[in-house]
């Protein structure tokens, strides 16, 4: 597995290794025990999600309040998107600062977004299906969401703003400053 390093930190973008030939390709799409010699720390995950959304749909910026806070091990399965993850730590010198990455069927790249981190993804192809690994359960008394659009938090999203599709729940998300402050 091939460990990519971000501008933050604990965030980190995963390649695993590809054997592939004429009849297709295998990989080991996760393993516990070099996933946490990676990350460095014990992890459990106690939950998998599965979304599929179609070119243009933003789901985010997701988090969950300690103590539901969710690390998540995200990849897209299917088509490609543009993945991003925002600090909320306060106590972090990389709070609120984002990296963002194209994950895809085709390069097959992970992401891991430690607890502590609002996350969402916008698709760039016709169709996407998106894979979530959790480290708790989800809560939605504990949810939060930041608007993706923030202007303090300058996301660099790689799709024309007029054709972004977004939620209900996402078209009511609250400024960056609002939100994180609300928890101080």
């Given at each position: 597995?091939?460990?990519?390093?971000?501008?933050?930190?604990?965030?980190?973008?995963?390649?695993?290794?590809?054997?592939?030939?004429?009849?297709?390709?295998?990989?080991?799409?996760?393993?516990?025990?070099?996933f946490?010699?990676?990350?460095?720390?014990?992890?459990?995950?106690?939950?998998?999600?599965?979304?599929?959304?179609?070119?243009?749909?933003?789901?985010?910026?997701?988090?969950?309040?300690?103590?539901h806070?969710?690390?998540?091990?995200?990849?897209?399965?299917?088509?490609?998107?543009?993945?991003?993850?925002?600090?909320?730590?306060?106590?972090?010198?990389?709070?609120?600062?984002?990296?963002?990455?194209?994950?895809?069927?085709?390069?097959?790249?992970?992401?891991?977004?430690?607890?502590?981190?609002?996350?969402?993804?916008?698709?760039?192809?016709?169709?996407?299906?998106?894979?979530?690994?959790?480290?708790?359960?989800?809560?939605?008394?504990?949810?939060?969401?930041?608007?993706?659009?923030d202007?303090?938090?300058n996301?660099?999203?790689?799709?024309?703003?007029?054709?972004?599709?977004?939620?209900?729940?996402?078209?009511?998300?609250?400024?960056?400053?609002?939100?994180?402050?609300?928890?101080?």
């Amino acid at each position: 597995m091939n460990v990519i390093k971000t501008t933050i930190p604990d965030v980190l973008i995963l390649e695993p290794k590809v054997f592939g030939d004429e009849r297709g390709f295998f990989f080991e799409s996760f393993n516990q025990k070099v996933f946490e010699e990676v990350v460095g720390r014990k992890i459990d995950f106690v939950q998998d999600n599965h979304s599929k959304s179609m070119m243009g749909v933003l789901r985010g910026l997701h988090y969950q309040l300690s103590p539901h806070a969710q690390g998540k091990l995200v990849r897209c399965v299917v088509g490609e998107v543009f993945d991003v993850a925002v600090d909320i730590r306060h106590d972090s010198a990389t709070f609120g600062q984002w990296v963002g990455c194209n994950l895809s069927a085709e390069n097959k790249r992970f992401m891991w977004i430690p607890e502590g981190f609002a996350h969402g993804f916008v698709v760039l192809s016709e169709i996407a299906e998106f894979l979530y690994k959790t480290t708790s359960y989800y809560m939605p008394a504990a949810e939060g969401t930041i608007a993706w659009n923030d202007p303090s938090l300058n996301i660099n999203w790689p799709i024309n703003r007029n054709k972004i599709i977004l939620s209900h729940k996402d078209m009511n998300a609250k400024s960056f400053s609002l939100e994180t402050n609300q928890y101080l």
